[in-house]
């Protein structure tokens, strides 16, 4: 059974870089065709595909956040790591890691493996 779990801070001052990862157990992040996602859930809205890091070590990002967003991976670890810069009170949100078969799919329904979500806040 394939296990993930997030960590990081739960609370970021506005203009700094927000970083947190997924540590994965039960699964190896190179198993082929594997995904492996960062999604948030902002207070009252949607979720919102963030980016990914594919099995081979090739990233993906949502256009919107593109500009601001870094995924890293330690194979040694069997851990990814979301890097968000620049963030401002509108980046509080649920972030979770997931595993699925493709990337950028805003439905739960096509990720395999989730993260219990933590809660960030952007706060000074």
């Known amino acids: 059974q394939v296990q993930l779990q997030e960590s990081g801070p739960g609370l970021v001052k506005p203009s700094q870089t927000l970083s947190l990862t997924c540590t994965v157990s039960?699964?190896?992040?190179?198993?082929?065709?594997?995904?492996w996602s960062w999604l948030r859930q902002p207070p009252g809205k949607g979720l919102e595909w963030m980016g990914a890091i594919t099995y081979g070590g090739t990233t993906r990002y949502s256009p919107s956040l593109k500009s601001r967003t870094s995924i890293s991976r330690d194979t040694s670890k069997n851990q990814f790591t979301l890097h968000l810069s620049s963030v401002t009170p509108e980046d509080t949100a649920v972030y979770y890691c997931a595993r699925g078969n493709s990337y950028g799919s805003l439905s739960r329904d096509d990720y395999n493996y989730w993260g219990q979500g933590i809660q960030v806040t952007v706060s000074s």
């Open positions: 039960g699964g190896s992040i190179t198993t082929v065709y594997s995904y």
